[in-house]
């Protein structure tokens, strides 16, 4: 991998993990483009996701220090309470993560095809939460635990993350505030837990991997997340969801006829 290629993946990663078009998705067609195999560049991948993890830290920096400042026990508390919420919402990304790990692997290896359709998926659940005006609720705990399923069926190329558990918490009747301040705190557990597992297996010792695009990638990655949350945050408020469906659309029928006219 060049560094230019490893500056334009990282730049990828960081507008779309927030914005609702699949980070994930993105990153593939990218390795697509550049011919680069998806088997060996995984470690890569999690950098990157870890980049982003970075600049949402920076970006709830208040609200995770409310969060932690009042942390209790008991659980009798606000912050608490909603830690606790958090916490749950990771429970099923982090179990699939531990069992199908290799299965999870197999899912990054270069099929577009796969992606297109799951980015038309992506497409369709915006639109119905574009068109869903039920949202004064704030997230409970049986909202935590259907929010966390889906950010485990948004482990597919192609589904957009935030895109999907900030819909299902809009189709919850969550306030769209609420929607996507929740969407973006709950992924910062899960994905530190990847990048510690990768660091203490020695998984960036590996053979073939250099430094310098690895830390190319890493700061493209947090400078674009950053712009990119804060973008995401008030496009969530003001609700134009559905201009990112129809992106959805449109490039997953690009990468459908690329699949199968290349």
Do not use: D
């Not at 700061?219 to 134009?240: E, R, T």
């Not at 129809?246 to 459908?256: K, P, R, T």
Request: proline share 2%; hydrophobic share 55%.
């Amino acid at each position: 991998m060049t560094n230019f290629e490893a500056f334009i993946l990282g730049v990828l990663q960081g507008l779309t993990e927030f914005l609702p078009i699949s980070s994930s998705g993105h990153l593939e067609i990218g390795k697509a483009l550049f011919g680069l195999h998806p088997g060996n560049e995984l470690l890569f991948t999690v950098i990157l996701h870890g980049a982003t993890v970075l600049s949402t830290i920076v970006v709830f920096r208040k609200e995770i220090k409310f969060i932690l400042s009042g942390i209790s026990l008991k659980g009798n508390n606000e912050q608490s309470s909603y830690l606790i919420k958090l916490l749950i919402s990771a429970i099923p990304i982090a179990i699939v993560g531990l069992v199908f790990e290799s299965e999870i692997k197999a899912l990054f290896f270069g099929n577009i095809g796969i992606v297109g359709i799951m980015l038309l998926i992506t497409g369709l659940i915006l639109v119905f939460a574009h068109f869903n005006r039920s949202r004064e609720k704030t997230i409970g705990y049986f909202h935590s635990i259907i929010i966390g399923l889906v950010q485990v069926v948004a482990i597919l190329p192609g589904i957009s993350r935030s895109g999907a558990t900030i819909s299902t918490a809009l189709l919850l009747g969550i306030s769209r505030e609420e929607a996507a301040r929740f969407s973006f705190l709950m992924v910062l557990l899960p994905i530190i837990g990847a990048n510690a597992k990768i660091i203490f297996s020695g998984g960036w010792l590996e053979e073939g991997y250099s430094i310098q695009p690895l830390l190319i990638g890493f700061i493209a990655a947090f400078i674009s997340g950053y712009i990119a949350c804060k973008w995401m945050l008030s496009i969530v408020k003001s609700g134009k969801l559905l201009y990112f469906a129809i992106y959805c659309f449109i490039l997953g029928m690009s990468a459908l006829i690329f699949h199968y006219r290349f």
